[in-house]
């Protein structure tokens, strides 16, 4: 077992020179190092074996991602380490200095609930495939779940090695497993605190294994689920109020508005409430907690959308399927929000808060 108080994890598939530039400014800024190699293959076992002079090397066939490179890394810390410590991911590439590393790591030393992230500033002098990619990632995670963070691409990050148990359980094989840490520290309202670092780009990137449309593929999808989910509802709502207030103005019904209304929104409520629990949020929690709570936000939200709408309709004489349009668009952030913050969210013994320094 190893005493230490930094330890450096470094995922590498196929790397250069960097990796080996990078070990000892590592060692000499206090870290023990572990550098799992990713299936490399045999091409590349001169620089594995020259890391060996610095590092425990860990290898295995055949490549299988970064997320399964991280996790392995994880669970060997995990196993091999005593005492409470705190470790740093850094790329193989270059793109991270090992100053950069001890900041952030000192960072979680006076934070240790903290997942701390090394942010790079992008400029016009980074890759533009980096600059739009980090764009998007940064304008679909605030959307999803409401938290502001300004590099959500960034491979240099540190915590404590009490968040070890954690981390190993998030899903996530490949590129994908660093956004679900996020996605999941998100939920659980734990800080995500940045720390300014340098931004490196060699060669504009060239050394990245990233495969645009594949891998952003599953690092957007978790993204994009819950927003599918909440169109597939809404879709579902406003078809059944259409069929349901045709319906009542053919048979001549009375209360034929707030009728279909209330029949549309209890039906898509189910199979909203269904597909976040199972598909978008894997809420493990109390069925009936959370199947309480959802049902009492639909109820209130039901009652403010539906004293809208005949406001809309009987007394500003809108036509029904537009004042139905700007009623749902009206109460989808309120029922966004409390779903997020509330309903699916895992309890914490701490409320936590964004914090960019």
Sequence with gaps: MYKTKY???????????????????LRAAGFECVVVDDGSGSAYRDIFDRARE??????????????????YGLAYIAANFQDEFVIA??????QHRALDALHCCRRVEENPEALVLGSRVQSAASPLRSRFGNYMTQKLFWTTTGRAVRDTQT???????????W???IAGERYEYEMNVLLAAARAKMPLIEVDIATIYINGNAGSHFAVIRDSWRVYKELLKFSSVS???????????ALFTWLGEMWHLALALAAANIMARFLSCTFNFVMNRVFVFHDKGSFWRAAGQYYLLAGIILAGNTL???????????????????TEISFFTT???????IIFTKPQTAEYETKLV
């Design 7 to 25: 330890v450096a994890l470094i995922p590498a598939y196929e790397p250069g020179e960097s990796l080996l530039e990078l070990l000892p400014k």
């Design 54 to 71: 610095y590092a425990t090397v860990l290898s295995y066939e055949p490549n299988l991602g970064k997320g399964h490179a991280l996790k």
């Design 89 to 94: 991911t850094l790329d193989s590439d270059g």
């Design 155 to 165: 491979g240099l990050r540190a915590f404590s090695s009490r968040l070890l148990p």
């Design 167 to 169: 981390l190993l359980d």
């Design 231 to 241: 169109l597939a509802s809404f879709c579902l709502d406003y078809t059944l109020y």
């Design 308 to 326: 809208l709408l005949s406001l809309l309709v009987d007394v500003l004489l809108m036509n029904h399927y537009l004042a139905k349009l700007l």
């Design 335 to 341: 029922s966004w929000l409390v779903q997020k913050k």
